[in-house]
């Protein structure tokens, strides 16, 4: 596996560099990827199915000046910005029994992240739902996933020290809760890790064996998803 830690310029470029990266390995690219981005800006993202009036209060992203787009992922929708660390895995599906199917792959990539996170919070790091990490019951992380038939992407954000009461600005209750949520607002539910973003991208980049940088992206294709998709509302606002 080879890492990149490479935060692009815009919130629909570093979206579309997920699904560019997905495509290249399922297109032939030989490695399996571990991708590291910080965001820049506050943004809000849809899960790939999201209704979006449901999910978002507009008129408050209008007024703060936050863009709200889609991933091409599943889950729910989240607020992303300075004090989140975002990742990406891409891997083979092909001839590996733990990634065979959306659970078993889950339950797999979900406890080799909670062991990372847990050796560094020295204990007490639970799975909840069916993709959350949560400390103290609070959670710090939520994860998504999309399969292609080679290949699929996994990946998710850490709350390290995001601006919560922007979360309750943008985000409305989400209409499908885990049942440990127990219906509290965003700033009840969520924590911050308040841990440098180094620390826990060197303990990913040593549990997921990914010990060499890699060298190139698919600018052509990352450009082009942003174009032809993350930049329209045809996209961003479908449902």
């Not at 209060?57 to 660390?85: E, F, T």
């Not at 996170?117 to 069916?130: A, K, M, R």
Request: positive net charge.
């Amino acid at each position: 596996m080879k890492y990149l830690d490479r935060t692009l310029g815009t919130p629909q470029e570093n979206l579309a560099c997920d699904e560019a990266l997905l495509d290249w390995c399922e297109e032939g690219h030989p490695d399996e990827i571990l991708r590291f981005w910080q965001p820049r800006q506050h943004f809000v993202v849809l899960g790939y199915s999201n209704k979006t009036r449901s999910e978002v209060n507009l008129d408050s992203c209008k007024a703060l000046g936050i863009p709200v787009l889609r991933r091409c992922s599943g889950g729910g929708a989240v607020l992303q910005g300075p004090g989140c660390l975002d990742y990406a895995l891409i891997l083979r599906i092909h001839g590996d029994p733990p990634l065979t199917s959306i659970s078993v792959a889950n339950t797999f990539i979900m406890n080799r992240n909670r062991n990372i996170l847990d050796s560094i919070l020295g204990g007490e790091v639970l799975i909840q739902g069916h993709t959350d990490l949560t400390l103290h019951g609070l959670k710090f992380s939520g994860n998504s996933q999309r399969r292609k038939r080679r290949y699929l992407l996994f990946h998710g954000s850490f709350l390290l020290n995001l601006d919560l009461a922007v979360v309750e600005q943008t985000l409305r209750l989400p209409s499908r809760r885990p049942q440990y949520r127990r219906n509290r607002t965003h700033k009840d539910f969520l924590t911050n890790l308040n841990l440098p973003a180094n620390s826990i991208k060197e303990a990913m980049k040593l549990a997921w064996n990914a010990a060499e940088a890699l060298d190139a992206i698919p600018e052509n294709r990352i450009e082009q998803l942003v174009r032809q998709k993350y930049s329209t509302d045809a996209w961003n606002f479908k449902f």
